[in-house]
């Protein structure tokens, strides 16, 4: 009995040609590793670029001007930094109107207030500290000469190096006043509404993976078998709509439509439910989830295909249900893999602007938010307010802002890594 040659084997090369032909291959292998590697440098520098450029707009000199010199302000010899909360209150309400006095005890009573937030009122307010001009890091390094010339033209005025990034930033509240300006506000919102977005996305992400890779792939009606490819179909179309789309939804339907309950007034958690609105840290959370809901829903699914069936079979042979299988070892396999698309899903919503700009997040805020029914303002927003601003000041604060949004999406981040890394070790 004679046996025909493969026809792939007969057509590979030999002698010459074979030497050629492995010649030509390592030629392209080569070619495209010297494109992934410029590839690879071109993100590099991208990324420095764009470092270099937030770090050199979060330091530099910076010229102040006072229109009351903080001196004229002591009490019994003692400065301002020292004086106690109601003494500041009562410098704050000799030097300003009573009608502002009035609008500020009406945003937030002084017996609330802290004796930080009474201080930077004083200095906003009273002393009115001004940045007259500033300048980046690079600028104050090499033209020095530059910029004592101009302090030589500016009356009373102080050159100082300034951190734009420091810790009252953190703790104080947005302001008008560029230098007076912080992000607490905005960290407490961006917190508040993550939590929601990963507390309703991931549960429902997850449980909805497993139905369509557990059950639906294996169901014998041929038109839930259609159901399911649609909606497989429409997941994965989801995963790439524009955000946009998703703060237009969320404000029909969790702004309006689901306005009693997003403003809290169905719960009675508004002191006053006609001046309710659904323009809250949870509608915002809402709306992020179902934005990054097909994310977290494909990526699990990812992992769990990945899961070998002989898990299945070996659960279900001695005698497991289908969802103990489940439970007991598909999950507990797949969830390093799940972990990750959560992070990424995480990424994208910590950083989005345009859904929230949509459903009505505040723009400016002094109020730190208290609850999912507050009004809110994120990091992103803040950024993007002040980075419209014509004021080199307000650049300065957007840079330092960008730091403290990029080191609280690593420490999350790093979170969901080292809890992914845990499950994985366990699953071993």
Known sequence: MSVKPDSSVASYPEDDGLQSFV????????????????????????????????????????????????????????????LSKEQLVIILSEHISKGL???????????????????????ERVVEQRVVKSWSLTVSFFKRDEIETFMAGLPQGKLEFRSWLHWNFLITPQSSTPELAGIRTAIFGTLWVIFITVAVAFPLGVGAAIYLEEYAAHVGNPWLRRLNAIIQTNINNLAGVPSIIYGML?????????????????????????????????????????????????????????????LRQAGMGLGATKW????HHVLPNAIPGILTGNILAMSRAIGETAPLVVIGASTFITVDPNGPFSKFTTLPIQIYQWTARPQDEFRNIAAAAIIVLLVLLLTLNASAVLLRNRYGKKSL
């Open 250 to 310: 969320g404000l029909v339907i969790f702004v309006r439509v689901m306005e009693p309950l997003t403003s809290g007034a169905f719960l009675g958690a508004v002191e006053d439910a006609t001046t309710a609105n659904g323009r809250t840290i949870l509608s915002a959370g809402l709306t992020l989830a179902i934005l990054i809901l097909p994310l977290i829903i494909i990526n699990a699914q990812e992992a769990i295909r990945a899961v070998p069936n002989s």
């Open 324 to 327: 103990q299988t489940i439970w």
């Open 23 to 82: 010649k030509r291959r390592h030629r392209q292998g080569l070619t495209w590793r010297i494109v992934f590697q410029a590839a690879t440098i071109v993100a590099i520098l991208a990324l420095l670029a764009l470092l270099y450029n937030i770090i050199i707009g979060s330091f530099g000199y910076v010229a102040l001007q006072n229109k009351i010199e903080p001196e004229s302000l002591h009490v019994d010899g003692m400065p301002l930094e020292e």
């Open 101 to 123: 006095m009035r609008r500020l005890e009406h945003d937030q009573p002084f017996t609330e207030r802290t004796r930080q937030d009474v201080y930077n009122l004083v200095i």
